[in-house]
């Protein structure tokens, strides 16, 4: 009860809320602005945190991830650009809706989806840190790379029906994964000597380049842009009837978000791909998705931001971070001379209340934020197409510019973007790519790290018993994404 009045007390704090609001706007800009990461949009905003009050930093650095998760669908909907990584997922139908003049409705899902997803991930970290941290303690090198093999086996459904297609394109990203540094050994692998690439590509250059450039340079060969109605420029939530259809990959988002949140290094866009994946395998309308369904928009972004808050359940309880962002949020506490872990509930709990109480503003802040932001941005989708190509052109390169000023970091997003606009020509599907590249770290690292414990003998990934499992529910969903394609495919021969 002590706690719940903390907690509480903190909703009629007016620097408390202040904090939350201030946090969620910068936040959507952040995630909005392609090449600008949450962490990224945290870590501008940690200095200015020194001479604030413990609750209301750590507030206001929460608030950020909070809306920098959820701005990244906006710029995803509107112009194929995800303005973070987690937002990726939601390219796929989210454009494909305004494309049909449906943008209203894309960010009126997203929105909500959004704000059901967070407050679900809050419940879950008041209810259950101390329960949930003990899952993660669970996993050894050998689970986190069959949880690795599980994201991968769900490649099978995002390969648009040709999985030699979807495999060659999942290839191609774990490729670009092995570039850099062995995560091993330290040496340089598939560098060509460059200094720029011995940390390796960075995720989200590969994400702006597949999706935002390679769409302007299609673009670019097309005819103009049909010119919409008003209606597709008003912000629309859904209704009762929608919000019913949508329950189900929402409720799918969330447990996926939980999971994955929880488990450190997984993160959101883990969460959302496969969120997508398996709303499209239990929908009643799995034809729809890739062409517009909206449940295809709901799905991951109920799991991206249930994991805004999921994600700090192994950093409160253990004082782990299992995001970048997660790691940003841990600065913020050590500035302030507080030490994450199972004693921060006993020396400082009102700040880990309070933090709590912080995070349900943030997520009502969304609400209210985004019914006020979208309306404008939604203004964008009826601009001439050449105006609006070079603005996005000119936002993604200074947006990637940002990251480390580097004009190499530039021609790399060109060059990526290059490289979608001919697997668009040949077909080849790129959410397996970027499946691939986002998964490949994991993979890799945690696979060596498991040979040098047991010696080299792979029997490590059976006897134990969550990496077992994992890899148990991996085999079956690979096994019946097989089955019904085949019965598909046999129907349709008929």
Request: proline letters at 5%; charged letters at 10%; a neutral charge.
């Amino acid at each position: 009860m002590d706690s719940f009045l903390l907690a509480l007390s903190n909703l009629t704090s007016g620097w408390v809320i202040l904090s939350a609001f201030a946090g969620v706007l910068w936040g959507i800009f952040g995630g909005a602005l392609p090449g600008i990461s949450p962490s990224i949009a945290m870590a501008l905003l940690l200095p200015f945190t020194v001479g604030m009050e413990a609750t209301n930093a750590l507030v206001l650095l929460a608030s950020v991830y909070v809306g920098a998760e959820y701005g990244g669908s906006i710029p995803a909907i509107l112009i194929r650009t995800p303005g973070t990584n987690s937002a990726s997922a939601t390219v796929i139908d989210g454009n494909e809706m305004a494309k049909r003049g449906q943008a209203g409705e894309a960010l009126g899902i997203s929105l909500m989806s959004g704000l059901y997803g967070g407050l679900f991930g809050l419940l879950v970290l008041v209810l259950c840190t101390e329960s949930l941290a003990q899952v993660a303690l669970a996993f050894t090198p050998a689970a986190y790379f069959s949880l690795g093999i599980l994201g991968l086996s769900v490649i099978a459904g995002l390969s648009g029906g040709s999985l030699l297609r979807g495999l060659m394109a999942a290839c191609m990203g774990l490729m670009i994964a092995f570039i850099g540094s062995d995560p091993v050994s330290g040496m340089q692998r598939f560098t060509l000597g460059s200094e720029d690439l011995l940390d390796g590509v960075k995720p989200i250059l590969v994400m702006v380049g597949l999706f935002a450039v390679t769409e302007m340079l299609v673009q670019i060969g097309e005819p103009p842009w049909a010119r919409g109605g008003s209606s597709s420029t008003r912000l629309k939530l859904p209704n009762w009837a929608m919000s019913k259809r949508l329950f189900k990959p929402q409720a799918i988002g969330a447990v996926i978000g939980t999971v994955e949140g929880v488990t450190p290094g997984a993160g959101g866009t883990v969460a959302a791909f496969m969120a997508y994946t398996e709303a499209k395998r239990w929908s009643k309308h799995p034809e729809e998705f890739g062409k517009g369904s909206p449940e295809g928009v709901a799905a991951p972004e109920s799991a991206n931001n249930v994991v805004t808050a999921t994600a700090l359940v192994p950093l409160l309880s253990l004082g782990i971070p299992g995001s970048n962002s997660a790691a940003i949020l841990l600065g913020g506490f050590l500035i302030h001379g507080l030490q994450p872990g199972p004693m921060l509930f006993q020396k400082a709990p009102e700040v880990v209340y309070g933090l709590y109480g912080g995070l349900f503003i943030a997520n009502i802040a969304m609400l209210l934020i985004g019914l006020v932001i979208l309306s404008p941005c939604m203004w964008l989708v009826n601009r001439p197409k050449p105006y609006l190509i070079s603005f996005i052109l000119a936002l993604v390169m200074a947006g990637v510019f940002a990251i480390h000023q580097s004009l190499f970091d530039c021609g790399l997003v060109l060059l990526i973007g290059f490289l979608g606009y001919g697997m668009r020509l040949l077909k080849l599907p790129v959410l397996p790519m970027v499946l691939g590249m986002v998964l490949g770290y994991m993979v890799e690292s945690n696979y060596r790290r498991s040979l040098l414990i047991s010696g080299g003998d792979h029997s490590i990934f059976v006897t134990d018993t969550v990496s077992a499992i994992l890899l148990g529910l991996a085999t079956t969903l690979s096994a019946y994404t097989l089955w019904k394609e085949i019965v598909d495919r046999r129907k349709s021969e008929q």
